[in-house]
């Protein structure tokens, strides 16, 4: 019989959950939604082809961004005329310093300047 003990704490290891609440993934989705939209070339947010793509809070949804646990989703519109690989890089990183996971970007679509409405999302 040795002498070791029943149960030995791990100081590494979390107990906190690790999912956050619909208020933070609310805030968090808002603060993103805000970021890439402040991206030079991004014309609006999109919410797919049939409007999935959104972060669903009670009585709410945030257009063109999903976050999951293990990654996010960025979709948007492009302005005609901007180099889209410079744009989707702009993007990922206004994305990712906020979600502190990995983003994948998706431009859905390119409009010219002139044909922006002042919306900000587009389904």
């Known amino acids: 019989m040795t002498d ?47 409007g999935e793509v959104a972060t669903y809070l009670s009585g709410r949804r945030v257009p063109g961004v999903q976050l999951r646990d293990d990654r996010a989703e960025v979709h948007v519109v492009a302005h005609w005329g901007r180099d889209l690989l410079a744009t989707a890089a702009a993007v990922r990183l206004a994305a990712e310093s906020l979600a502190l996971r990995p983003v994948h970007v998706v431009i859905e679509d390119v409009i010219h300047p002139s044909d922006s409405t002042g919306s900000k999302e587009t389904t």
Request: proline share 11%; hydrophobic share 45%; no cysteine.
């Open 4 to 50: 070791q003990p029943a149960a030995v704490a791990h100081p590494t290891r979390s107990t906190a959950p690790t999912t956050q609440t619909p208020d933070q993934d609310g805030a968090l989705a808002d603060s993103v939604l805000v970021a890439v939209t402040a991206v030079p070339g991004v014309a609006a947010m999109h919410s797919g082809r049939f």
